[in-house]
Nanobody, 126 residues
Framework: QLRIVESGGGLVQPGGSLRLSCTAS????????IGWFRQAPGKEREALLC???????NYEDTISGRFTISRDNAKNTVYLQMNSLRPEDTAVYYC????????????????????WGQGTQVTVSS
């Protein structure tokens, strides 16, 4: 069974940092595009950033400079490093990939991804 699982969420104070992990089973993330998304209560799921096959990245302007994405192929894992967290970053965070290797470059669009994790909750509060 092909799965991706997010982990690393939790409660953090404003200004703090968290690193989320997205780990695949049943297939390799190497060579695939991966995106990170989030959904806050009552809001649409929004794209944050993504990593392409060549490890180039795209970022949503609102998080640029605070969030970074990276991959560790040996661990079959992609990371989302989040710094300078704000209360408005509170949301469920999802990673996603496209199982067929169709795209070289990732886009900040849900339609490009066909396999999603279950999400991990991030709460930023004092």
């Amino acid at each position: 069974q092909l799965r991706i699982v997010e982990s690393g969420g939790g409660l953090v104070q404003p200004g703090g940092s968290l690193r989320l992990s997205c780990t695949a089973s049943g297939f390799t993330l190497d060579g695939r595009i991966i995106g990170w998304f989030r959904q806050a209560p009552g809001k649409e799921r929004e794209a944050l950033l993504c990593i392409s096959r060549d490890n180039s990245t795209n970022y949503e302007d609102t998080i640029s400079g605070r969030f970074t994405i990276s991959r560790d192929n040996a661990k079959n894992t992609v990371y989302l490093q989040m710094n300078s967290l704000r209360p408005e970053d509170t949301a469920v965070y999802y990673c996603a990939t496209r199982v067929p290797i169709q795209f070289s470059r990732c886009r900040l669009s849900r339609s490009q991804y066909d396999l999603w994790g279950q999400g991990t909750q991030v709460t930023v509060s004092s």
